[in-house]
C-alpha cells in the first residue's frame, strides 16, 4: 500500500497473535476453521453441526472473550441480512462466527444474535460519511454509492441451533489510528422486529481482527489502494492485546492461494457468559476513539438519523 511502512521484526505479541490466528497453530483452530469451511456444496446444518461438535468438545476452545468498548460509530437499527455489503466494493470476506456459552459445557448458544459493524475499503463508517479516515482518501460517495444510504456494513445474524452465524462482507479498510478490524456485538433474549433485532440484552461487545500480512496484501488492491497513509499495525493498535484467537484475532484462509482480491474465509468462536449484561464500557484503550478521548475530526457525538450525515 502506497505510504504505509511495516516493522517486519517479529516481536513477542506477533508471534502470539500469528499462532492464535491465521496459522491456527496446535491444530484446535485449525479444525474448527475446518469444520466451519469443510464443503460449502453440503447442507447448512451439516457443516454448522460439524463446527459445533469441533468447538464445544475441546476445552481450550471454551474461553470468555475479551470484552472492548464499542467505539465511536455504533448505530442502532442494523437490519438482520447474511449479505452487508450493500454494493460496497472490497475484497470478499465470508465470516462465520460460533457463539458458545462459557459458563456451562461450552454449549453453542441458540438464538443469540451476532451484530457486526466495519468501516469500508477507504476508512468511511455508514452514518458517519463525514468522519475523516486519516490519510488521503476519496470521498466516500466518490464509490458510486447512495449518499443517502446510510446502513453500509452493518448488520445481524440469529445463531442456528448450532449458535453459528455466517456473514458475507467484505475485508474493512482502516482508518487512523486504528488497525483492520470488525466489530461485534452479542445479543440475548430479543428478538426479530421489523427486520430488526429488539429488546434483549447485550451479552459481549468485542472487536475481531486480520493479521497484518492479509491486511496489507488486501490494502494493495482497488480500491483499498486509493486510501494513502499509514496503517496501524497489530503491535501498535490501541485495542489488540495480543492475545490471539482470545482476543479477536480471525482464522483466515484465502479462497485462491494466489489472489488476494478473489476472498477469504474467516472463522472463530466467541465465547460469552449468556446471564451478563455487558455495557460496551470493556476495556482495551478506549474501544477505537484517539488516544485524545475523542472521536476522528468530523465524527458526530452521537448516533445521527438515516439522513443526517452527508458524505463529504
Known amino acids: 500500500m502506497t505510504g504505509n511502512h ?5 516481536t513477542r505479541r506477533r508471534a502470539i497473535a500469528v499462532t492464535g490466528g491465521t496459522v491456527a497453530a496446535g491444530g484446535l483452530a485449525a479444525a474448527g476453521y475446518q469444520s466451519a469451511f469443510a464443503d460449502e456444496t453440503t447442507t447448512t446444518t451439516t457443516t454448522d453441526t460439524a463446527v459445533a461438535s469441533t468447538t464445544s468438545t475441546s476445552s481450550s476452545q471454551c474461553v470468555l472473550m475479551s470484552s472492548v468498548t464499542e467505539g465511536p460509530y455504533y448505530l442502532d437499527g442494523a437490519l438482520v441480512r447474511k449479505n452487508i455489503t450493500e454494493g460496497k466494493d472490497g475484497v470478499p470476506l465470508t465470516l ?8 456451562e459445557s461450552c454449549d453453542p448458544v441458540a438464538g443469540a444474535a451476532v451484530e457486526i459493524w466495519h468501516c469500508d475499503a477507504w476508512g468511511y463508517y455508514s452514518g458517519y460519511t463525514t468522519a475523516n479516515p486519516g490519510g488521503s482518501a476519496p470521498a466516500e460517495s466518490e464509490d458510486g454509492s447512495d449518499a443517502n444510504d446510510k446502513t453500509y456494513l452493518r448488520g445481524y445474524q440469529i445463531a442456528n441451533a448450532n449458535g453459528v452465524v455466517k456473514f458475507e462482507t467484505i475485508i474493512p479498510g482502516w482508518y487512523t489510528p486504528r488497525t483492520c478490524h470488525i466489530h461485534v456485538k452479542v445479543h440475548t433474549g430479543g428478538e ?5 433485532y429488539e429488546g434483549g440484552k447485550v451479552n459481549f461487545t468485542g472487536q475481531l481482527f486480520f493479521d497484518d500480512d492479509v491486511a496489507e496484501s488486501v490494502f494493495e488492491l482497488e480500491p483499498y489502494s486509493k486510501h494513502t497513509g499509514s496503517y496501524t499495525t497489530l503491535d501498535d493498535d490501541m485495542v489488540y492485546d495480543g492475545g490471539g ?3 479477536g484475532l480471525l482464522t483466515l ?17 466467541l465465547g460469552i457468559d449468556p446471564d451478563a ?33 452527508a458524505s463529504s
Do not use: C, F, L, M
Not at 511495516?6 to 517479529?10: D, E, G, L, M
Not at 484462509?253 to 468462536?269: A, L
Not at 460496551?280 to 438519523?305: I, L, M, R, V, W
Open 6 to 10: 511495516r516493522n517486519t521484526t517479529i
Open 96 to 103: 462465520r462466527i460460533v457463539v458458545q456459552d462459557t459458563t
Open 192 to 196: 426479530k422486529e421489523d427486520g430488526t
Open 245 to 247: 484467537a482470545s482476543s
Open 253 to 269: 484462509e484465502p479462497v485462491h492461494k494466489k489472489d488476494p482480491s478473489k476472498g477469504y474465509k474467516g472463522y472463530i468462536t
Open 277 to 309: 449484561e455487558n455495557t460496551g464500557a470493556g476495556s482495551g484503550g478506549g474501544g477505537g476513539t484517539p488516544p485524545s478521548g475523542e472521536p476522528p475530526s468530523g465524527a458526530p457525538s452521537d448516533a445521527p438519523s438515516p439522513s443526517a450525515s
